[in-house]
């Protein structure tokens, strides 16, 4: 029974994330484009950047020039026309700024004739950056608002007052040209100021904002970083054309199709799960133990982008915590129940898993190896831990980045 959960989770992961890849929809976003008689400039960001690239070289009739900023070891290939850069994430550095330096160089001077396809996917806030502080201060920054447990719309709303093209900035670097965006949704509620910090699209955040974030946080900030909190960014731009082509919506309708061809009755719960990783772990597993008394084979889809708040020095990610605090739960019940969480990019946290994979007697097989599963969340080391048992989810990049979806199978 448990291979058969175990082999289950693989279907409905691999079919989940197949529906979500981004090649079809941003053909459908570009099938219609004409251009205005000027420049093509094709400028691709994020890490589906590469995969979203080469749909849009399929339908654009001329690229003049492109390129592609993505996570490292998400370039597939050559592109032709087209210069490929891999850099940091989830912290810059400074392989992104000459990135992102080469692209501001490749839109500058541009007429209203001209137009830039903008093509944008999720990791965008990291790889797309050209700081307007030191790197060193902008790393540390980032890493202090990643370990606190702000969550991504507070740390975007930071980073776009320390970014040459955050918060619009690069629309107005564009412009007169026109600016079309095709935007791959990694943000519950799909909120385009904040997805990649909104590169080309009017901030929403204030200084207000920013300010209580730092304190908040307790943020520490040098002298000019402080200053840059006060200085506003860009709330109109007249230049820009957006289309939202995927989202975490049709990441969960795909796996909740996918369980019910298994056989399960199922239910998306949220397609906005915005909490701690172990408490959204706690969560699942109730449901699991509130349902499982039923006699019936039931699935549950959640879907959204969870936190980690740093406790320990150990590997892991969002998703590998919340299938980890899981098993702790679910390791009494009588049926059989799994729970698994992925995230659709392929890589969870500074991993190579997307993922992990929990069940009825994971609790058991971790004490065999002598693991003791309290420690291992205490020390955020969810990934070692699931390793020992075979609990890990590995996809590899995917090319494509609609925030995560977690599922409970109960057969």
């Not at 965006?181 to 100021?193: A, E, K, M, Q």
């Not at 320990?312 to 590998?320: D, H, M, S, T």
């Not at 659709?344 to 190579?352: H, K, L, R």
Request: glycine share 10%.
């Amino acid at each position: 029974m448990k291979l058969k959960l175990r082999n289950d989770a693989e279907y409905i992961i691999h079919n989940s994330i197949q529906a979500v890849l981004p090649d079809e929809a941003v053909i459908r976003a570009l099938k219609n484009y004409n251009g205005s008689g000027g420049k093509t400039i094709l400028v691709s960001v994020g890490k589906a950047a590469w995969q979203m690239a080469m749909a849009a070289k399929r339908v654009l009739e001329k690229v003049d020039k492109g390129i592609v900023i993505t996570k490292y070891d998400h370039v597939k290939g050559d592109i032709e026309g087209v210069e490929c850069y891999e850099a940091g994430h989830p912290v810059p550095d400074q392989n992104g700024f000459d990135a992102t330096a080469r692209a501001l160089e490749m839109v500058k001077g541009l007429s209203e004739r001209d137009t830039v396809i903008f093509l944008l996917s999720g990791g965008g806030s990291a790889l797309f950056e050209l700081p307007m502080i030191t790197g060193d201060e902008l790393a540390d920054i980032t890493k202090q608002l990643l370990s606190s447990g702000a969550d991504i719309v507070e740390i975007n709303t930071i980073r776009k007052r320390l970014s040459r093209v955050k918060g619009g900035r690069f629309a107005l670097a564009c412009a007169p040209a026109k600016v079309f965006c095709v935007v791959l949704s990694d943000i519950v509620g799909d909120p385009l100021d904040m997805i990649a910090s909104g590169p080309a699209c009017p901030d929403s955040s204030t200084c207000e904002d920013a300010r209580r974030i730092v304190d908040k946080y307790k943020i520490r900030l040098s002298s000019e970083a402080a200053g840059l909190m006060d200085i506003e960014t860009p709330k109109s731009l007249d230049n820009v054309e957006t289309m939202i082509t995927g989202s975490v919506r049709e990441l969960c309708k795909a796996a909740a199709e996918s369980c019910r061809k298994l056989g399960y009755e199922t239910e998306i719960l949220t397609d906005s799960l915005c909490c701690e990783a172990r408490d959204a772990g706690k969560y699942l597993a109730e449901i699991a133990e509130r349902y499982s008394k039923t006699g019936r084979k039931l699935a549950f889809v959640a879907g959204g982008e969870t936190v980690v708040h740093l406790t320990g020095n150990g590997k892991g990610g969002r998703n590998q915590e919340l299938a980890l605090s899981a098993a702790l739960e679910i390791s009494r019940l009588e049926r059989s129940v799994a729970v698994f969480s992925v995230g659709s990019d392929g890589t969870d946290g500074p991993t190579d898993a997307a993922g992990g994979y929990v069940d009825t007697d994971t609790l058991v097989e971790l004490a065999d190896k002598n693991i003791d599963i309290h420690k291992a969340l205490a020390n955020n080391d969810s990934y070692n831990a699931l390793k020992t048992v075979g609990g890990l989810i590995v996809t590899g990049p995917t090319g494509t980045n609609v925030n995560d979806v977690a599922v409970v199978l109960i057969d």
